[in-house]
């Protein structure tokens, strides 16, 4: 699989912090285009076909009253719209 | 206290005491001038023109931040070691007032600068109503009777004749947490208004809420982030055109906690936006012409070259860096127990 970057869809937390009761989590949430099969990217550069490679970023704080469970982060992002697959 | 008077109301509270230096009327005071702290912004941009579109060039600047509040500067004729008191008589009350309150008390030669960070630009200004001990109060009276009281040192504390501070309701009040819940952006938007619920504080009723002044300084403060970034490479336009961008982004807001008087009964706290920034890096390079030309004659052979001038995707060097310009990400300090309290101007006008 091809993709010329070595970035995957995935999260993960960049900062957490208990305030006041309240944790704090900062989570860095990467999504990106999925990887083109090799030969198919091959023919594609062969061919000169239009395409590409695309990552986006973006921090998300999320609030909890409790410590957050992996899955419970995962709903947060979820009700976010986060999707770590860019369609194409 | 061996000597000495003290003056209790019915409830226990304290009135007089001797031996307390006690605050009393110095003047009402407009502000010399008002600002606001200036936004801290910038980035580059290298080689994205002609990207096929491809390269995302919008909200470089402001655009979709929150307004900033303004800050009003007094300068409080008081010399002495003790900084005076100073309550906010607020440019309006109510649920749509904006709010305000000290973040600033510094000694300035012989005057006290008091700065008022207030929420949200008015045309109306907040007023002081200042407060000092006596042995910093150049007033005098011709009055000939009240009470004057005298500590041990033989120091007036307390002289009815020049108008002591009063105190009706006196309490303690708690900012939100963060300043703006939820989601802080999206793509390029930036979302980082105040959205906390007020918090509010019930006291004694009052006659009139347009009547009533108060002394809270603003001690807590909330900073967040916003940070986005994109990249992406390939081909667009046809044959061996190649091109590689990436963009990165951060956006902040550092907020205020400023207070307001919600109705004769209530005061409300909240934050406003203080300061606020945004930089960025964007980034681009493509390849066309001679180096498609020579793609196209030798099927490909160039391939190797070209990705060595157009990098793919990817956020290497393009990050920028958050701790230069916040205190801290994400949080909030300070914002618990905020001792207030409340006067009325009418004592004083």
Not at chain 1, 5 to 13: A, L, Q, T
Not at chain 2, 55 to 64: A, I, R, T, V
Not at chain 2, 135 to 149: A, D, E, F, M
Request: hydrophobic share 35%; net charge negative; glycine share 8%.
């Amino acid at each position: 699989m091809i993709n010329e970057h070595n970035e995957i869809g995935k999260w993960e937390i960049v900062n957490s912090e208990l305030n006041d009761e309240l944790y704090l989590i900062t989570v860095e949430a990467t999504s990106c285009e999925p990887d083109f099969e090799e030969v198919l990217h091959n023919q594609m550069h062969t061919d000169g076909v239009a395409h590409t490679h695309r990552i986006e970023r973006s921090l998300e704080l999320l609030e909890f009253d409790h410590n957050p469970t992996t899955a419970e982060i995962q709903s947060a992002l979820d009700e976010r719209g986060y999707n770590p697959v860019i369609p194409r | 206290m061996a000597h000495g008077l003290l003056v209790k109301n019915a409830s226990g509270d304290i009135l007089i005491d001797s031996d307390f230096s006690h605050y009393h009327f110095l003047g009402k005071h407009t502000h010399a001038s008002v600002t606001q702290v200036p936004d801290i912004t910038g980035g580059s941009t290298a080689n994205t023109g002609g990207i096929g579109g491809n390269s995302p060039d919008q909200n470089k600047g402001m655009q979709n931040m929150p307004a900033k509040g303004e800050i009003y500067i007094y300068s409080i004729p008081v010399n002495g070691t003790n900084p005076p008191l100073c309550f906010i008589k607020p440019t309006s009350t109510g649920s749509s007032a904006p709010f305000a309150g000290i973040i600033l008390t510094k000694q300035n030669g012989s005057n006290w600068e008091i700065r008022v960070f207030q929420s949200a630009v008015t045309s109306a200004s907040p007023v002081l109503y200042c407060f000092a001990p006596l042995s910093q109060i150049s007033n005098s009276t011709s009055s000939t009777h009240g009470l004057k009281t005298f500590n041990s040192s033989g120091v007036a504390t307390f002289d009815s004749r020049f108008k002591p501070l009063r105190a009706p309701v006196a309490g303690s009040i708690t900012a939100p947490t963060l300043a703006h819940t939820g989601s802080v952006g999206s793509s390029w938007n930036v979302s980082l208004g105040v959205n906390a619920s007020n918090v509010s504080t019930s006291f004694t009723n009052q006659s009139n809420a347009n009547d009533l002044i108060y002394y809270c300084p603003s001690i807590a403060h909330a900073c967040q982030k916003y940070e986005h970034q994109e990249a992406d490479s390939g081909y667009y336009g046809g044959w061996f055109s190649r091109f590689s961008w990436h963009r990165s982004d951060i956006w902040w807001c550092f907020y205020r906690s400023s207070f307001r008087i919600a109705s004769t009964s209530s005061f409300e706290v909240n934050y406003g936006v203080f300061a606020r920034g945004h930089f960025y890096k964007h980034e681009a390079q493509e390849s066309t012409g001679f180096g498609s030309l020579l793609g196209f004659l030798f099927g490909g052979a160039v391939f190797g070259a070209l990705f060595l001038l157009i990098s793919s995707a990817s956020f290497t060097n393009v990050s920028v860096d958050a701790g230069n310009y916040l205190p801290y990400n994400n949080s909030f300090r300070n914002r618990s127990a905020n001792s207030f309290i409340i006067s009325k101007a009418s004592f004083y006008d």
